[in-house]
């Protein structure tokens, strides 16, 4: 396990001595994770959005500058709008409108 931790430090770092360097504690029974850099609770692993395409599906990026994405990606990307017939009927209106409804009665 503690090799993982290494490894996984070591692509960032450039390094396996480097990553051996750096860390300061790890777990491996109750939690399983490592401590790098002080006040970094916890990272996550990189995934896509969209594996085929290897898109994040946020926006792109580059030297500082947000770059605009192709019609194409953009399409490919929009979330597929939810049809009223899936949707649970009791999330129609707020409760306090349901509340309000009732004591009309």
Known sequence: MIDCYIQTLAK???SEEEAKKKIYNVSCERYFGFGHSPG???????SYVDPEH???GAELFV???IVQRS???QRR?????QRVSDRP??????RYQ???ENQQR
């Open 77 to 81: 990307v929009e979330p597929v709008p």
């Open 54 to 56: 290897k898109d994040y």
């Open 63 to 65: 030297n500082g500058e």
């Open 89 to 94: 009927r009791y999330n129609d209106r707020t």
């Open 12 to 14: 960032v770092l450039g």
């Open 98 to 100: 349901r509340r309000r």
């Open 40 to 46: 970094v609770l916890f990272v996550l692993p990189d």
């Open 71 to 73: 019609p194409e990606r």
